[in-house]
């Protein structure tokens, strides 16, 4: 059997819902809504999101039955482990520790944003280089790192301070969303929202391939479900419902602005926040679009936390199981919490900002291609082990298995294909392609050296569950006794 948890479980149902939510609502709403609504059109945008929400919708539904199935630190780890075998393991929770480690530093370029909108002043002094058209200051480069070093302090001093974190903040951004809605409800026209759609469908492809990233943070359940207080049914309920309300979050929002603000409105915008402006125009107050901000502001924080969470876990998940170095699978004594992953995120989180906000764009696109792999891989492990293990205990069984498993891998493997250059015009860049490609390499490179190292003992964890009648069953129940 596997051993018992090292982890305090200590989340109730709301703390599992702000986690993941959180997670899901960065700030990418606030400061690319504007490029959305540009690049698709109004309606363009919105139906991407809904492609976008379908797929992962159909993807959650394979990791809300597996997740209370086995809930394990690691998620994508134990599930892919479980059904395709050490290799195909590493490769998916590789994959997704890209898609963290891409919004954790995304979320690090963006908050001096959110500071430079509400304060003018921020923006200016001397600057220290340029990175692609973009200046960095010495001030950016403070403000960014000292919050980096907060999060990583919460997060080291155990989850549950993380998600009453989490939790408040959520409530601030559903606060600043609900009164963008309302407002321009009553202050917009159906006629800003012309056009409908831009450039036909490779409009409506260039939004949906960055979808999977703005969706990324459900998945971050798995990774925790070792520190929940809830009974394991539950965990597939709350995932499934944080999907839903994010792809109406976007949606909405995309319409808000749309129905407030004209092209012409977007085109002439001052700042890239298009979202705030488009709040300073429905309340017709400037500073209305500040109290927006502050909303952004709190879903940079929680999406940054929620995936601090999420990816400290897939290393220490990987490092138990002598994948990365044994270093990463050291849990605080007191904390219980996996501190050198932690402070590991904590430094990529600090570096980031140095590489100033044109690296967001390049983290979107690279971390959607890493996330849409492991999504790609957790839906093949969802359809193998319905037939490979029929009579495991699944307390959230979703009905269908077998058609929503292969919807799954389809729409997984259709977006998967948008991000290959030369395939489609949201191709990732030359840059992004480097980043990703990058990112390969190290994951050999760690591999190799890893199963050099460990020899027989790559692969094997006290924290998984083997199937049945494996070898790797059978060496845990000696080691057991």
Request: charged residues 10%.
């Amino acid at each position: 059997m596997a051993r018992e948890s090292a982890f305090n479980k200590v989340l109730n149902k709301g703390e599992v819902f702000a986690l993941a939510f959180g997670a899901m609502i960065g700030w990418g709403w606030v400061v690319l809504a504007g490029d959305w609504i540009g690049q698709g059109g109004s309606a363009g945008a919105m139906i991407a999101f809904a492609m976008g929400g379908l797929m992962v919708l159909f993807v959650g539904l394979t990791y809300a039955e597996l997740t209370p199935a086995m809930p394990k630190c690691g998620g994508e780890f134990v599930f892919s482990m479980r059904a395709l075998g050490k290799f195909p393991s590493f490769i998916c929770t590789w994959a997704i520790i890209l898609g963290y480690v891409g919004v954790v530093a995304f979320e690090a370029c963006a908050l001096p944003t959110v500071i430079q909108y509400i304060i003018p002043a921020f923006g200016k002094g001397p600057v220290l280089y340029t990175v692609a058209g973009f200046d960095i200051r010495i001030q950016w480069l403070i403000v960014a790192i000292l919050v980096a070093l907060l999060i990583t302090v919460i997060n080291y001093i155990g989850i549950k301070s993380a998600a009453i974190f989490n939790s408040v903040l959520t409530v601030v951004i559903a606060v600043a969303g609900i009164l963008l809605v309302v407002s321009s409800v009553f202050s917009g026209e159906a006629s800003n929202m012309q056009p409908l759609f831009e450039d036909g469908f490779p409009g409506i492809l260039s939004v949906a391939v960055m979808t999977p990233f703005m969706f990324v943070g459900f998945d971050v359940l798995p990774q925790a479900s070792e520190e929940m207080n809830i009974p394991p049914k539950n965990i597939g309920f709350i995932m499934m419902l944080s999907i839903l309300m994010a792809v109406i979050w976007y949606i909405v929002i995309i319409f808000a602005v749309s129905f407030v603000m004209s092209k012409t409105d977007l085109v002439a915008a001052e700042t890239s926040l298009t979202t705030a402006e488009a709040m300073s125009k429905a309340f017709h107050w400037e500073h209305a679009g500040k109290i927006l901000v502050i909303g952004g502001m709190a879903g940079i924080l929680t999406s940054w936390n929620a995936f601090f969470v999420g990816g400290s876990r897939a290393i220490y998940a990987m490092g138990e199981a002598n994948m990365v170095p044994r270093l990463f699978a050291r849990l605080h004594p007191k904390f219980k919490t996996p501190g050198p992953a932690i402070i590991l995120i904590g430094i990529i989180s600090c570096i980031a900002p140095f590489f100033g906000r044109r690296m967001m764009v390049w983290l979107t696109d690279a971390g959607s291609a890493g996330v849409v792999v492991a999504y790609l891989l957790v839906s093949l492990s969802f359809l193998i082990l319905r037939v490979k293990e029929p009579n495991m205990e699944r307390p959230y069984k979703i009905k269908n298995g077998p058609v929503i498993g292969v919807l799954a891998v389809v729409l997984s493997l259709a977006m998967g294909i948008l991000y290959i250059p030369g395939v489609s015009p949201s191709a990732l860049t030359p840059v992004e392609g480097i980043i990703f490609l990058s990112w390969v390499v190290l994951g050999v490179i760690f591999g190799i050296v890893a199963k050099l190292v460990y020899k027989d003992k790559f692969g094997q964890s006290e924290n998984l569950i083997y199937p049945m009648g494996s070898v790797d069953r059978k060496n845990q129940e000696a080691r057991a006794h």
